[in-house]
């Protein structure tokens, strides 16, 4: 069920330098996924047009929606669908929802790039009713929420809590699987070194330097995907995407281009 737009915030995708990056991610995908040396990736090469996306994403309508999902009513904001960009699947931790994603713009930055971006409230969080989700159906949940929006293949960003979402799907649906950028997620005991070394999605590690607990736990299994590049956010505790908001968005930036392109 469509819920009127409430938010018109930061930018018009029809912008010149929205353009510009439309012709950059999808006019030249001459590179392929295997010819990507993942470990080495410089995630601050090319920098961050910040200002330059701020002005592309003026005036940019965001939805509002419910959509049923298994016995669950889930809310989402999304973006206006740009016809073979990434889809970008923004999850949440257990402190945060959608609206998180909103206020640090960075639904704003990936839609001024190019890519369609779906921010969900997980359920029982937000918009989302609070339902009995035991961990066992967590991954069925993303999965089937996935499939119904018809998102799949998509880049997933999961932080914290969201891992035990997450997790399950790296596992038993990586097809699903574009990219995936934990951010010290939970839930990564649930795969074996082994499993984790057969894993071919990109994945982008990020940790805040401060975060010696789920951080330190969550590099030292995910660390065996071969096609990840782990990055630490210095200065920055377990939400290092808000400690350091500036620098996460940088490095993000810069791995979706480079995804997007291979």
């Not at 819920?3 to 330098?17: D, M």
């Not at 074996?192 to 990109?202: D, L, W």
Request: charged share 25%; aromatic share 8%; proline share 5%.
């Amino acid at each position: 069920m469509k819920r009127p737009s409430t938010l018109t915030l930061l930018g018009v995708i029809a912008s010149g330098f929205v353009v510009w990056r439309l012709l950059g991610l999808h006019g030249d995908r001459r590179g392929k996924m295997s010819e990507v040396d993942w470990h080495a990736l410089d995630l601050r090469k090319n920098g961050f047009p910040k200002e330059d996306l701020l002005k592309a994403a003026k005036d940019l309508e965001i939805d509002e929606r419910d959509v049923k999902v298994k016995d669950f009513k889930i809310f989402y904001r999304k973006t206006r669908t740009i016809s073979n960009a990434l889809n970008i699947l923004l999850l949440h931790g257990q402190s945060f929802k959608s609206e998180t994603w909103l206020k640090l713009e960075t639904i704003h930055f990936l839609a001024a790039s190019g890519y369609n971006v779906i921010a969900v409230d997980l359920p029982g969080f937000g918009n989302s009713p609070k339902p009995d989700v035991s961990s066992d159906e967590r991954g069925d949940v993303l999965e089937s929420l996935i499939l119904k929006l018809d998102i799949a293949p998509c880049v997933i960003v999961s932080p914290s809590y969201s891992g035990s979402f997450a997790i399950p799907l790296l596992k038993t649906r990586p097809e699903l699987l574009k990219g995936f950028i934990p951010i010290a997620p939970t839930s990564t005991g649930l795969m074996t070194k082994e499993e984790y070394q057969a894993v071919k999605v990109p994945t982008l590690i990020l940790r805040g330097n401060h975060d010696e607990r789920l951080g330190v736990e969550s590099v030292n299994n995910l660390k065996f995907i071969p096609t990840s590049r782990l990055f630490e956010i210095q200065n920055a505790g377990h939400a290092c995407y808000m400690n350091e908001p500036d620098v996460f968005h940088e490095v993000v930036y810069n791995f979706l281009d480079v995804l997007s392109k291979a």
